[in-house]
């Protein structure tokens, strides 16, 4: 595998499971990031790890939990979401070291549709 | 001021045309800015980036044209080809401090018949 990964690729939930998304990266990366991706929209910013730290969150209501258990791993805790939570769920990672623009390599994201 | 505004939402052309997509913003501190290519099923991909100390960039058949005065910047597309089909997201990064956040577009669906 090579890149950034993500699994599963799609999920189909009801408001009261509990699912959870995981992304992977291969690239010697040592921060990571969540996105939320919705039809005609910005990429909105959910979480960013650095060094497996929480380093921002902007404002994600609480269904949502992130983990980062080592640098090459990140998961998104899914628990009794809403409707308006389907979207496309992208994970990247970057170079916080060197590279002085940190270019950020996106994995293909996980369509999340909450019924 | 953390807005982003892309224009056209959806852009059709025909091979060989020059699709142009407009991006405009107004933080001042914004001083790196990319674009993205995003393929349908696939995640958003770098295509190519300027900073607002030069006013071109080409990459290929890719240009970025910026105005820092104007706080504009457009992408072109050169001798557009079908596969080029795709959606395309301009962002900005606020480089002072710690900032890491990328300040996306909405994007623009870009279409190219053969």
């Known amino acids: 595998e090579t890149g950034v990964t993500q699994t599963p690729r799609h999920l189909v939930m009801g408001m009261t499971n509990k699912k959870s998304l995981k992304c992977e990266q291969h690239?010697?990366?040592?921060?990571m990031y969540w996105y939320k991706q919705s039809a005609k929209k910005p990429l909105e910013l959910m979480f960013v790890?650095?060094?497996?730290?929480?380093?921002e969150n902007n404002s994600v209501p609480s269904r949502f939990s992130p983990e980062c258990p080592n640098s090459s791993h990140l998961f998104l805790h899914l628990h009794t979401l809403q409707p308006e939570d389907s979207a496309l769920y992208l994970c990247?990672?970057?170079?916080?070291?060197?590279?002085?623009?940190?270019?950020?390599?996106f994995g293909p994201g996980t369509r999340l549709t909450v019924l | 001021q953390q807005q982003v505004k892309q224009s056209p939402q959806s852009l059709i052309v025909q091979k060989g045309g020059i699709p142009i997509i407009n991006c405009a913003y107004e933080?001042?501190?914004?001083?790196?800015f990319p674009w993205y290519q995003q393929f349908p099923g696939k995640g958003p991909a770098l295509l190519i980036a300027?900073?607002?100390?030069?006013s071109e960039k080409k990459e290929g058949r890719f240009t970025i044209s910026f105005n820092k005065s104007a706080k504009q910047f457009s992408l072109h597309i050169m001798d557009s080809q079908p596969g080029d089909s795709a959606t395309y997201f301009c962002?900005?990064?606020?480089?002072?401090?710690?900032?890491?956040?990328?300040?996306f577009g909405s994007g623009t669906q870009l279409t190219v018949l053969p």
């Open positions: 990247a990672s970057s170079q916080e070291r060197g590279g002085l623009y940190n270019e950020q390599f």
């Open positions: 690239l010697g990366h040592n921060a």
């Open positions: 790890y650095s060094l497996e730290e929480r380093v």
């Open positions: 933080n001042t501190a914004f001083d790196y």
């Open positions: 300027i900073r607002p100390d030069v």
């Open positions: 962002a900005a990064r606020d480089l002072s401090g710690s900032a890491r956040q990328l300040t």
